[in-house]
């Protein structure tokens, strides 16, 4: 949640971003010392509060979606933009609030109390992040005259795209438990 929440903020403050981009890759370095210390936790215990398997592909399902941020940044970044797209904002935010709302679900995991409605809220977003990518990519290639132009922005596109995806990908892995 804390990563998707600086990558909205560094498209809305582009290219003014003040070391946000930086702070996602240290969000996405943590996020890696987390997933080695569960499954680290997975191999030392004897009793888990769930099916190993589910845990460790819920683990590696949140890791990839602060991953899939952290290249969205980095693409921004590569790319040498002088102003965000509108598209990408509004992608930006879907993916923000989509890692929000699968925050909330790990939060009541413990006691299974509200999941479902948030893997709910999970599922919509990401329909409605497909939606916009399918308008932004139709836009890029309906007006765009440079070519370098058009391919920059849809890598970006297909990033941002690509992580609010994985928030789903992790919201199954959820359910699943």
């Known amino acids: 949640?804390?990563?998707?929440?600086?990558?909205?903020?560094?498209?809305?403050?582009w290219p003014d971003a003040d070391g946000r981009r930086e702070e996602i890759t240290r969000r996405e370095h943590e996020g890696d010392r987390l997933t080695?210390?569960?499954?680290?936790?997975l191999r030392l215990s004897k009793l888990t509060p769930f099916d190993?398997?589910?845990?460790?592909?819920?683990?590696?399902?949140?890791?990839?979606?602060v991953d899939d941020i952290?290249?969205?940044?980095?693409?921004?970044?590569?790319?040498?933009?002088?102003?965000?797209?509108e598209q990408a904002q509004e992608l930006a935010g879907v993916l923000r609030d989509?890692?929000?709302?699968?925050a909330r679900a790990l939060d009541g995991l413990e006691g299974l109390e509200g999941v479902e409605g948030h893997l709910a809220e999970v599922r919509r977003l990401e329909q409605e992040g497909?939606?916009?990518?399918?308008?932004a990519l139709a836009a890029l290639f309906d007006g765009a005259i440079d070519p370098m132009f058009v391919i920059r922005w849809k890598d970006i596109y297909a990033a941002l795209e690509e992580a609010i995806d994985r928030c789903r990908s992790?919201?199954?892995?959820l359910e699943s438990i």
Do not use: C, F
């Open 36 to 41: 080695h210390k569960v499954i680290n936790a």
């Open 1 to 13: 949640a804390e990563a998707g929440e600086l990558l909205y903020e560094l498209l809305d403050r």
């Open 170 to 173: 992790a919201g199954n892995s």
């Open 98 to 102: 989509s890692a929000r709302a699968l």
């Open 130 to 135: 497909d939606a916009i990518y399918r308008r």
């Open 70 to 85: 952290e290249e969205a940044s980095e693409q921004l970044a590569l790319r040498e933009l002088e102003a965000p797209m």
């Open 52 to 65: 190993r398997e589910d845990i460790y592909a819920l683990a590696g399902a949140i890791d990839d979606v």
